[in-house]
Structure formats: structure tokens, C-alpha cells
């Protein structure tokens, strides 16, 4: 049997993965609605755990990465002619709802 973990009251936060689910799916379906008719990818780019003390005590640091990450993307691309459009979301967070630094 999974393990099950009840939440009795709402922190209302958007960052919340139990709160933040109805702002969460309405902000993916604004951008699936901008978005041109098209082939897309999904890419995940995921820290080592021996690195997630520091991001949890610097949490600005996940934007650098994330710009980092953005800006070799656009790099690789228009280096084989391509001018792609890119969506960063920074996640924190796991499936289990633990401690997991992520982009996706």
C-alpha cells in the first residue's frame, strides 16, 4: 500500500504541490494555448543530491541554473540553425513531496 499523507488545511501557496495544482494546470494550459501547432520536447534537468544543501540554503542559486540551462539550450540550437521557443520551471520538489531540485 502507498504511503498516504492527509493535508487538513490550504497554505494557499502556488508553490504548494497540493495548493498550487489548480494554478498549476490552468498556467499549463494558458501556454499550451499559446503555443503554435507544433512538435515539441520536454527536458528535465535534475541536480546530483550531494548539491541539494546548497541550493535548500540558497534558493536563488535555482535561477542561475536555470538561466544556465536556458542559455546552453539556445546555444546547441542556433548552432544548427534553429530558433527554439523555451518554457523554465523550477520544481522543488518531488512525487513524494520531499526536498528535490529540479527544471523541467
Not at 520536447?41 to 544556465?68: A, E, I, K, Q, Y
Request: with cysteine; proline share 7%; aromatic share 10%.
Amino acid at each position: 500500500m502507498p504511503h498516504v499523507r492527509y493535508v487538513t488545511n490550504s497554505c494557499g501557496s502556488r508553490a504548494c504541490p497540493s495548493c498550487g495544482k489548480k494554478a498549476t494546470d490552468l498556467w499549463i494550459a494558458t501556454q499550451l494555448n499559446r503555443l503554435p501547432d507544433c512538435d515539441w520536447v520536454h527536458l528535465v534537468f535534475t541536480l546530483p543530491d550531494t548539491l541539494w544543501p546548497v541550493f535548500g540554503s540558497n534558493r536563488w542559486l535555482l535561477n542561475d541554473v536555470c538561466r544556465l540551462a536556458v542559455k546552453n539550450l539556445l546555444y546547441a540550437a542556433r548552432k544548427r540553425g534553429l530558433e527554439p521557443g523555451i518554457f523554465c520551471a523550477i520544481h522543488t520538489y518531488g512525487r513524494r513531496l520531499n526536498w528535490h531540485p529540479h527544471q523541467a
